[in-house]
């Protein structure tokens, strides 16, 4: 369990580094997550209600990785594909805190919904900044994003160890199915 922890913490400390942005930051993931960012944002906005067309893109982003890790629980079988599915949920958090921690400084670069264009840094404010805002916590953004930062970075180590306690105990589980 120290092990575990100390592997988060460390790689919590080096979440801007290279090998945390590669695991975590790639178009793997990345595509899935994007497109179901900004179809919410499609769904929701159609409502009209302004604070939650804002939520809904990283709200539904981590929802549905949620969603379908509950389901795999329920499932006999769907402990096999919780460590890619908490992996996912990893990413959708570790986004998540980027551009949380981002929400004030408005630095990152961001992408409209139309899926073509691109906002160049500062010009406008993101998700984030308007999810905070109106609940009084934009000035916390920094920090709110480093807790989902060092979520996902939990998720990440967690899903590497599943993986390799499914991988290891396989035996186990087969002589249970047979019984």
Known sequence: MLCFASVVCWLFANAQGAFVKA???????????????????????????????????????????LALCWGALRLRGGRYVLPVLIYWLGTTLYGAGMYAADARASALPLTSSDMLSNAAPGTVKGDWHYILQPLGLLEYDVWIGKMLVFLGVFCLVLAIWSLWYYWTHMEQYLTEKEL
Not at 28 to 57: D, K, T
């Open 23 to 65: 695991a975590l930051d790639n178009i793997f993931v990345y595509l899935p997550n994007y497109l179901i960012h900004e179809f919410s944002h499609r769904f929701w906005c159609a409502l009209r209600w302004q604070w939650w067309c804002y939520a809904s893109g990283n709200g539904m982003q981590t929802l549905v990785p």
